[in-house]
């Protein structure tokens, strides 16, 4: 089973609003990743999540707040956005054992489509 | 550093005729090298990823990759385009970091399949 799950399939928020995403695995991955994905372009990386520890902040702006619980699984709260934060926002996760190579494949969730007003 | 060439933005084929993408990679080490294929308003999903066991990588549905070291390619390619594979591609060189990867990504070619 390689299956990333994200809930809310799609979210709209007022820019005063808070809101969080939500990632789970249960491929036994301890790295886990958030990308954002605006339209037509590739993702690009916001945090990653290493045996819970965050090991990467990509300057991403403070209204944007990481969370990793436990190895299964990963937030994303929100606050505060602006409208140009609307965009399809992806989890994934990998392995983060393996010594990389091919077995360090990262396997994505369908996303969270979002849109702020 | 790392970086990875999508050499068209745009592949336009019809539907049973051949499908070719092509990507061209730089890496600083021996390559860890995957496609994967985005259908619209969905999540990437995994294609294929090159394995170093063997050149020629057989992914899902049909598609195949050939790793050349010489010419630094991994062209995507599928003997006969489907309805279906109509999506973006991305090409994707990831490097280990001590307990996470990293990707840098293609910019996509996005495949269009006429009837």
């Known amino acids: 089973d390689t299956e990333v799950t994200q809930t809310p399939k799609h979210l709209v928020m007022g820019m005063t609003n808070k809101k969080s995403l939500k990632c789970e695995q249960h491929m036994g991955h301890r790295a886990m990743y958030w990308y954002k994905q605006k339209a037509k372009k590739p993702p690009e990386l916001m945090f990653v999540?290493?045996?819970?520890?965050?090991?990467i902040n990509e300057s991403v702006p403070s209204r944007f707040s990481p969370e990793c619980p436990n190895s299964s699984l990963l937030n994303l709260h929100l606050h505060a956005l602006q409208p140009e934060d609307s965009a399809l926002y992806l989890c994934a996760s990998s392995p983060g054992t393996s010594g990389g190579g091919f077995q360090e494949t990262q396997y994505f969730g369908p996303g969270t489509r979002l849109l702020v007003l | 550093a790392q970086s990875v060439t999508q050499l068209d933005s745009h592949v336009s084929v019809s539907e049973g005729t051949p499908v070719l993408l092509r990507c061209n990679y730089s890496s600083s080490y021996s390559p860890s090298l995957f496609w994967y294929v985005q259908h619209p308003n969905k999540g990437l999903q995994l294609l294929l990823k090159y394995t170093s066991a063997a050149t020629l990588v057989k992914g899902i549905n049909g598609f195949e990759a050939e790793f050349k070291k010489s010419e630094t390619s991994f062209h995507l390619t599928k003997p006969s385009a489907h309805m279906s594979d109509a999506a973006e591609y991305f090409c994707v060189v990831s490097v280990w970091q001590s307990g996470y990867s990293t990707l840098t990504f293609g910019k996509g070619t996005m495949l269009l399949v006429s009837p």
């Open positions: 999540y290493s045996y819970e520890k965050l090991s």
